[in-house]
T-cell receptor, first 116, second 116 residues
Framework: AQKITQTQPGMFVQEKEAVTLDCTYD???????LFWYKQPSSGEMIFLIY??????QNATEGRYSLNFQKARKSANLVISASQLGDSAMYFC?????????????FGTGTRLQVFP | EPEVTQTPSHQVTQMGQEVILRCVPI?????FYWYRQILGQKVEFLVS????????KSEIFDDQFSVERPDGSNFTLKIRSTKLEDSAMYFC??????????????FGPGTRLTVL
């Protein structure tokens, strides 16, 4: 079974609108972390936001927020007020276990295109 | 803001040749990682490194691969005898190593390896 599933290979959104990128995960470990990274066409991986499994509140970082639904094992990324520069690949990733040394497991990504 | 750096940005080599990919992690980080991303696919974990030894490695990280921290700043990935299927983007990442952790792995810009 896939540990991280991103079911949307591509998404389109108009500038200034909000968009939700889906991510579901599979783990039996009670302690885990969920991450979103942005990969522009230039190729680098840019950290966006983190959610810990024990965090009571949904994480927010500027225009990014994470809609964490633990019972459903989903960690969707919400981008508000989309900008043209948000066009990129977005990867959801999970780290299992309580120790930061644990590897990140990535999903297959969603390509977001923002149009004027 | 401190960042992970990688050199070279692009490496072209002949099959069977040795390559060394170099990374300079963020200076106060203690944990180091290599990931790779074959074109159009998801990011895959290769190896993690802490306290001058490998913490974990994936099944991809076979005897052809090795990692080293030759001095206080560099972290290298060596592929002894490259194969066509080693063509990929290779990312170095580092993290502080705090427990309990909201720790994030910060990625470098990647080295695109092309094996001919």
């Amino acid at each position: 079974a896939q540990k991280i599933t991103q079911t949307q290979p591509g998404m389109f959104v108009q500038e200034k609108e909000a968009v939700t990128l889906d991510c579901t995960y599979d783990t039996s470990d009670p302690s885990y972390g969920l991450f979103w990274y942005k990969q522009p066409s230039s190729g680098e991986m840019i950290f966006l936001i983190y959610q810990g499994s024990y965090d009571q509140q949904n994480a927010t970082e500027g225009r990014y927020s994470l809609n964490f639904q633990k019972a459903r094992k989903s960690a969707n990324l919400v981008i508000s007020a989309s900008q043209l520069g948000d066009s990129a690949m977005y990867f959801c990733a999970m780290r299992e276990g309580p120790y930061n040394t644990d590897k990140l497991i990535f999903g297959t990504g969603t390509r977001l295109q923002v149009f004027p | 803001e401190p960042e992970v750096t990688q050199t070279p940005s692009h490496q072209v080599t002949q099959m069977g040749q040795e390559v060394i990919l170099r990374c300079v992690p963020i200076s106060n980080h203690l944990y180091f990682y290599w990931y790779r991303q074959i074109l159009g696919q998801k990011v895959e974990f290769l190896v993690s490194f802490y306290n001058n030894e490998i913490s974990e490695k994936s099944e991809i990280f076979d005897d052809q691969f090795s990692v080293e921290r030759p001095d206080g700043s560099n972290f290298t990935l060596k592929i002894r005898s490259t194969k066509l299927e080693d063509s990929a983007m290779y990312f170095c990442a580092s993290s502080k190593g705090q427990i309990p952790s909201t720790d994030t792995q910060y990625f470098g810009p990647g080295t695109r390896l092309t094996v001919l």
